[in-house]
């Protein structure tokens, strides 16, 4: 069965500063792999996705987000935050015959001024 | 515009009072699910469909019905609702079988039982 472990519910950083949200996956198979982002009471909306491709997956707003297969991790950076970065953000994973996706349970991101 | 609207986007409502969310997509897609998001729990999936008439369970389908007679629409039952129903509700559709598929959110729906 395919699970995803975020570690750190809670992330703050400075304004400026690196993000980096950890996403660790469990699967048999190859996975497809998503960093999904949430702003206050709005719907998800995806960043960025990882699909057997590059590596390194390159994203919008400036997030990036490298498969690494002998870490399991498909860990999430922004070399430097912004306010608006400020939200809860969801890795997630699937694979070619499943139908659904499996999340995480989330970390939330604070931004310091 | 492309988009997956869900209404109502707020219900308060009482044990045992049959009540549906409903679920539109405009962009054809043949792919849809229902997941709930509870704190520190994530999004966990209720009920997916496949396509027309397909339906199938997904972790957490207990107490929920859903149903897909037009390719569009894919509402959420509650036949009686409980306390612990109680949640923030997402409608999602996609291409096709998730695989490789991005999944396209609505707005939610945040329901209270009382």
């Known amino acids: 069965a395919q699970s995803v472990t975020q570690l750190g519910s809670h992330v703050s950083v400075s304004e400026g500063a690196l993000v980096l949200l950890r996403c660790n996956y469990s699967?048999?198979?190859?996975?497809?792999l998503f960093w999904y982002v949430q702003y206050p009471n709005q719907g998800l909306q995806l960043l960025l996705k990882?699909?057997?491709?590059?590596?390194l997956v390159k994203g919008i707003n400036g997030f990036e987000a490298e498969f690494k297969k002998s870490e399991t991790s498909f860990h999430l950076t922004k070399p430097s935050a912004h306010m608006s970065d400020a939200a809860e953000y969801f890795c997630a994973v699937s694979d070619v015959s499943q139908g659904n996706l499996i999340f995480g349970k989330g970390t939330k991101l604070s931004v310091k001024p | 515009e492309a988009q997956v609207t869900q209404n109502p986007r707020y219900l308060i409502t009482v044990t045992g009072k049959k009540l549906t969310v409903t679920c539109s997509q405009n962009m054809n897609h043949e792919y849809m699910s229902w997941y709930r998001q509870d704190p520190g729990l994530g999004l966990r999936q209720i009920y997916y469909s496949m396509n027309v008439e397909v339906t199938d369970k997904g972790d957490v389908p207990e107490g929920y019905k859903v149903s897909r007679k037009e390719k569009r629409n894919f509402p959420l039952i509650l036949e009686s609702p409980s306390p612990n129903q109680t949640s923030l509700y997402f409608c999602a559709s996609s291409k096709g079988l998730v695989g490789t598929e991005t999944q396209y959110f609505g707005p939610g729906t945040r329901l209270l039982v009382l």
């Open positions: 990882y699909t057997s491709a590059a590596t």
């Open positions: 699967s048999s198979v190859p996975p497809y």
